[in-house]
Every structure is written in structure tokens, then in C-alpha cells.
């Protein structure tokens, strides 16, 4: 899926590509026995897109969309399992520990909660003063580290670029180090399979013995069990039992023991028979490779046949060392290619400039409370709330404390995570326009995560609706929500109720089945609740493209320009049989295209 946003604005603050996130799940102690692959859902597949400075990008769609997933691992909370992501243009997924929370300070996140992400025990400047404090200390580790980092990248790239000019000018170690490489990866490769061979029955093993440890009796009936255990013992004695024997008397009263006993003579039995395989083989090879060679001497050829193949063999050993021997330079090629490599180890990257960063001093107390009082008034608080506690404030007044203490180190893009779901109307609107006056000032980028498509058309430029991980419509806002061309945005506008007496009876519902997002089978997602679907629809994946002679405007769906001129209450009125309406609307609909 391609993303890329209009070309008037070519400045792109965030990438992602083909952005994937799945969440592994757990095996049974059956699927482990049983040897069955793992799975996973996958909360966000292959997402494109394209945030520029400055603007508002909008995602909608339901519950389980992906929505938040896609937000958690822009802002780096969630580790991705594929795909890429870059910021200003630096790839985000290669940052690790200091300069990943170095880089943290330009994406903040409102949370959804604002009562559970607020922690209850600090005062208001304590919550929204936090990231300056942890900013600051960010801002000593950059300046006392940053320097260091760049002798450390200078001298990995000279090495790397003396390397390769050396095998440029030796092209012999080239191809000696190209069939060292390949011979070590062979081996490699054999002792992987081996080692993992022995996982696997180490592990088969360690479920198994765990499983007969289930066997074991109850700790309350140990002692009881163990005293009825030395009463037969001593009963069987006197009996006169053989000592061998005696042992069918422990495994009576303890069947795990008998069990673990059991999987440990097979675990040892498979190594052993394992060893021997191997053996037998090596011996087997080696047998038949002297068999061979024997046999071979043995064979008598006639004078005449033995001359024509002994002149064969020569001919041959002959063309194979004129083939194997090293080419020899002349002098003067041998000195134009030395020349060329000392030009080129000119072209070394010159010396870095180290920069000088001096180290920030370690911010106060004071200076963190008056910088809260400034940052208050933004969201629209009084500084003399300083020394309250969130839970002394309504839900809009908590989600103003988030709003403020994402906005105090400044970030250039906040992804805002349903920031008004909890809200009345009126402090809806309020906190919209905050962050509509916001981004006017100081020119942060937002994902704005909502249900909320009233929100999305009053603050966001562009709009992507997602489902089951994936983006199947992008586009400017005015364009997609009004008019939407992919069948589940339609739906999904249609869906939404409107404060309109005449449609007060109508009820529109997206129907059939929500596939799983446990490894989906290939083909479109929204296949199963599409009316529109056909056989290739359950075959081939949708690619987001754009439209005809709209570029801004991209839908994944197969029979986009088809399915475009269909109204939504066509394709999703419910009453008055549903299934028939929805196929007419459709199939009118593809008559006229
Ligand atoms: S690709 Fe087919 S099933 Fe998917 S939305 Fe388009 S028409 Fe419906």
C-alpha cells in the first residue's frame, strides 16, 4: 500500500513503510507436542503513511482496526515486527537506548485514559513537568555522548571503505574471502540444524516430563502415599520379593516416577539412536567409497581404451590449471591499479567535525514549576493550579493536564489517541480548537486517532480509514468523507448516526462476518462483509492506489471506480430485506460502470 500525501507539501515529518505489528500467540502444550507452527494476530499489515510538518492526519475505523497499535509503534511504545520507519528522514527502528529517548522528545502521545494515564500521587506541575526532567537528563546524556558517537560512526566507515577499496585492489582476496564466506556459512548452517534438531527434543522432553509431573500425588496425600509406600516395601521384604521387582512396588504408589523414568530411557534411547545413525552413515559412506575405488581398480580396460582416456585426463588436467592459475598482471596494469587505489584512499571521508555540546545544567524544581505555569494557559488552565491533584478535576480538565504535558518539550508531532471520547460536547469543542490554534502556532504534526469522524472533518487534513490492520481509503477529508469510494468507508459513514428527523427509522449495519486477525488468509479483508465481493476478491490482496485523476485520493479496494457512484443508504439500508437491496444497489451500480 502506497500513502504518499500531495505533492504540495514535500516535507515529509514521518514514514512509515509497509508497517507491520504482530502479537504472537502463546502455544498449547498441544501445539507444542504436536509440532504446529506459532501464530499470530496481526494487529497492523504492511501500513504506508506519509505525515507531513504541520498537518493532521486523522485514522478511523472500528474497534480492533489497528488504530492504536499503528499510533503505539510510531510513537516506538510497541517494538514493530517489520517495516520501516523514519523521522526527518533518520530511521527510527535503528535507534537503541540514550538516542532513542533522545529522539522520543519530538513524538508525544495523549493517551486515551486520562484518568489512568495521569499518575494519581503526583500534583498537576509534577505530571506535566515529568518529561521536561526527563528531557533534561536526555539533553546531558546527548551532550556528553553525542561527540563520542560520531568518532565512533567516523572510524566504522573508514574501516568499511579501506576494506573495500582493498579487495577492489586485490580482486584474489575478493574471491578467497567471498568462498570463505560461503564455506563458513555452510557450516553454519549445518551446526544451526543440528543444534536445533536437539532443541526441538530437549524441549519435546522438558513438555513431556512436565506433563508427568501433573501425575504426582496431591502435596497434602504425599505423606500418606509414602507411608503406605514403605508398609508394601517392607511387606514385600518379608515376602521375600526380589530387590528388581520391588520397584514395580514405588511406581504403584508414584506413576509419575514410572513416567519420568519412562520419557528419560526414550530420551536417551533417541540420542543414542541418533548417534549411531550418524555413525553408520559415515561408516557407510566411507565403506562404499573404498568399495568404489576398489572396484574401480579392479576393472580392466583394453590397451587401446586406456590410452584414449589416459589422453583424456591429461587433456583435461591440462585445461583445468591453465583455468585455476592466477592470472598475471602486466607491470603497467599492476601499477595503474595500485595508482587507483591511492587515489581512491583519498577519497576516504575526511575527518569529522566533533561537535561541542555543552552539557545543560540539571534542571530545578523552581524551573520546572515556572515553566508549567507557562505551559497551562496553552491548554487553556490557570497556573494556580500548580499544587492540585488530577483527581480534583473533571475529565476535560484531565485531558487539558495530558494535552499540557505532551505540548512542554515542544514535540513535533503528538499522536492524540481518542483525546475527546470522554468528553462532553462543549469541552469537545473547546479542546479541539486548542489544538487546531496549537498547531497554527508552533506547527506540530497530529495522528489523530478517533471514532469521532465530526473530529476528524473540524481538525484533520488528511483522513485514513483502516480495517483489520490495514489502510483500505486515504485522503484529503473533504474528499473521503464525502466522497467515500471503498465499501467499508461507506459503511462506515453510513453507519453513523445523523440528528435528522426523516432518517430517524432507518438503521444501517455493516453485515456478515469480522474475519480473524489470527493470520488472515490472503485476499481482501473485507471480503466476507463486502456486497460488492467476487471470486478475485478472495484471491488477490488490494493495493491502496490512487484514483483516477484524483492522486491525493487512494482506496485498496479491486472494483474501486465500479462500487465509487453507490450511496451509502443504498448498499446498507436494513428493513425491507436487506440482502436484496444491497445486491440491487451493487449490481445497478456495475450496470452503470
Ligand atoms: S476488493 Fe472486493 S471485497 Fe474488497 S472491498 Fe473491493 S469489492 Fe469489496
Given at each position: 500500500m502506497s500513502a504518499t500525501p500531495p505533492a504540495a507539501n514535500p516535507s515529509p515529518l514521518l514514514e512509515t513503510e509497509a508497517l507491520t505489528k504482530y502479537f504472537p500467540i502463546v502455544r498449547s502444550i498441544a501445539e507444542v507436542v504436536g509440532r504446529k507452527p506459532g501464530r499470530a494476530i496481526h494487529a497492523v499489515d504492511g501500513v504506508n503513511l506519509v505525515v507531513n510538518a504541520g498537518e493532521t492526519v486523522g485514522l478511523i475505523g472500528e474497534s480492533g482496526?489497528?488504530?492504536?497499535?499503528?499510533?503505539?509503534?510510531?510513537?516506538?511504545?510497541?517494538?514493530?515486527?517489520?517495516?520501516?520507519?523514519?523521522?526527518?528522514?533518520?530511521?527510527?527502528?535503528?535507534?537503541?537506548?540514550?538516542?532513542?529517548?533522545?529522539?522520543?522528545?519530538?513524538?508525544?502521545?495523549?493517551?486515551?485514559?486520562?484518568?489512568?494515564?495521569?499518575?494519581?500521587?503526583?500534583?498537576?506541575?509534577?505530571?506535566?513537568?515529568?518529561?521536561?526532567?526527563?528531557?533534561?537528563?536526555?539533553?546531558?546524556?546527548?551532550?556528553?555522548?553525542?561527540?563520542?558517537?560520531?568518532?565512533?560512526?567516523?572510524?566504522?566507515?573508514?574501516?568499511?571503505?579501506?576494506?573495500?577499496?582493498?579487495?577492489?585492489?586485490?580482486?584474489?582476496?575478493?574471491?578467497?574471502?567471498?568462498?570463505?564466506?560461503?564455506?563458513?556459512?555452510?557450516?553454519?548452517?549445518?551446526?544451526?540444524?543440528?543444534?536445533?534438531?536437539?532443541?526441538?527434543?530437549?524441549?519435546?522432553?522438558?513438555?513431556?516430563?512436565?506433563?508427568?509431573?501433573?501425575?504426582?500425588?496431591?502435596p497434602e496425600d504425599l505423606k500418606r502415599v509414602e507411608a503406605e509406600y514403605r508398609a508394601a516395601l517392607e511387606r514385600a521384604k518379608k515376602a521375600g520379593m526380589p530387590p528388581k521387582q520391588r520397584q514395580e512396588i514405588l511406581y504403584q504408589f508414584r506413576p509419575d516416577l514410572k513416567e519420568r523414568n519412562r520419557l528419560t530411557n526414550e530420551y536417551d534411547a533417541e540420542l543414542a539412536r541418533r548417534t549411531k545413525l550418524r555413525t553408520e552413515e559415515e561408516k557407510r559412506l566411507g565403506k562404499e567409497f573404498k568399495v568404489a575405488r576398489k572396484a574401480a581398480k579392479k576393472r580392466k580396460l583394453p590397451p587401446e581404451e586406456k590410452k584414449r582416456r589416459y589422453a583424456e585426463y591429461r587433456t583435461f588436467v591440462k585445461v583445468a590449471r591453465k583455468a585455476a592459475r592466477k592470472p598475471k598482471l602486466p607491470p603497467e596494469e599492476k601499477m595503474r591499479r595500485y595508482e587507483g587505489y591511492r587515489a581512491l584512499a583519498k577519497t576516504l571521508p575526511p575527518p569529522p567535525v566533533i561537535p561541542k555540546i555543552p552539557v545543560p545544567p540539571m534542571i530545578s524544581n523552581a524551573q520546572i514549576r515556572r515553566r508549567v505555569a507557562e505551559a497551562l494557559p496553552l491548554v487553556g488552565l490557570m497556573p494556580a493550579i500548580l499544587d492540585q491533584y488530577p483527581h480534583e478535576f473533571s475529565g476535560g480538565g484531565r485531558q487539558r493536564i495530558s494535552l499540557a504535558r505532551a505540548l512542554i518539550v515542544n514535540p513535533k508531532l503528538i499522536i492524540l489517541d481518542e483525546p475527546t471520547s470522554a468528553l462532553d460536547v462543549a469541552v469537545q469543542a473547546q479542546i479541539l480548537n486548542r489544538l487546531v490554534e496549537l498547531q497554527r502556532e508552533r506547527g506540530i504534526a497530529y495522528i489523530l486517532i478517533t471514532h469521532n469522524v465530526a473530529a476528524v472533518r473540524f481538525v484533520a487534513d488528511r483522513v485514513a480509514v483502516m480495517y483489520l490492520g490495514q489502510i483500505v481509503e486515504l485522503g484529503p477529508v473533504r474528499e473521503v468523507l464525502e466522497r467515500p469510494v471503498h465499501p467499508y468507508t461507506k459503511a462506515l459513514l453510513a453507519a453513523l448516526p445523523v440528528a435528522d428527523v426523516r432518517r430517524r427509522r432507518t438503521r444501517y449495519r455493516i453485515g456478515g462476518d469480522i474475519p480473524t486477525l489470527v493470520d488472515p488468509k490472503p485476499g481482501c479483508r473485507f471480503a466476507p462483509r463486502c456486497p460488492f465481493a467476487e471470486d478475485q476478491c478472495q484471491l488477490n490482496d488490494p493495493v491502496l492506489q490512487p484514483r483516477p485523476g484524483a492522486p491525493s485520493h487512494q482506496v485498496a479496494c479491486l472494483r474501486a471506480e465500479q462500487v465509487a457512484g453507490v450511496s451509502p443508504a443504498d448498499l446498507l439500508q436494513e428493513g425491507g430485506g436487506a440482502a436484496a437491496t444491497l445486491k440491487a444497489a451493487a449490481s445497478g451500480a456495475l450496470a452503470a460502470g
Open positions: 482496526s489497528g488504530k492504536t497499535t499503528l499510533g503505539w509503534v510510531v510513537a516506538r511504545l510497541h517494538d514493530p515486527t517489520d517495516g520501516a520507519l523514519r523521522f526527518e528522514g533518520k530511521d527510527v527502528f535503528a535507534l537503541e537506548g540514550g538516542e532513542l529517548r533522545h529522539w522520543r522528545r519530538n513524538v508525544q502521545v495523549v493517551f486515551q485514559d486520562p484518568v489512568g494515564s495521569l499518575d494519581p500521587r503526583l500534583k498537576v506541575w509534577q505530571v506535566v513537568g515529568e518529561p521536561l526532567r526527563a528531557q533534561n537528563q536526555m539533553e546531558r546524556w546527548f551532550a556528553r555522548n553525542e561527540p563520542k558517537r560520531v568518532v565512533r560512526e567516523y572510524r566504522t566507515k573508514v574501516r568499511k571503505e579501506r576494506e573495500r577499496l582493498r579487495l577492489e585492489y586485490r580482486p584474489d582476496l575478493k574471491a578467497r574471502q567471498f568462498l570463505t564466506t560461503e564455506y563458513e556459512k555452510g557450516v553454519a548452517q549445518r551446526a544451526k540444524a543440528r543444534d536445533e534438531a536437539r532443541r526441538r527434543l530437549d524441549r519435546d522432553y522438558e513438555v513431556a516430563i512436565a506433563r508427568a509431573d501433573k501425575m504426582k500425588p496431591a
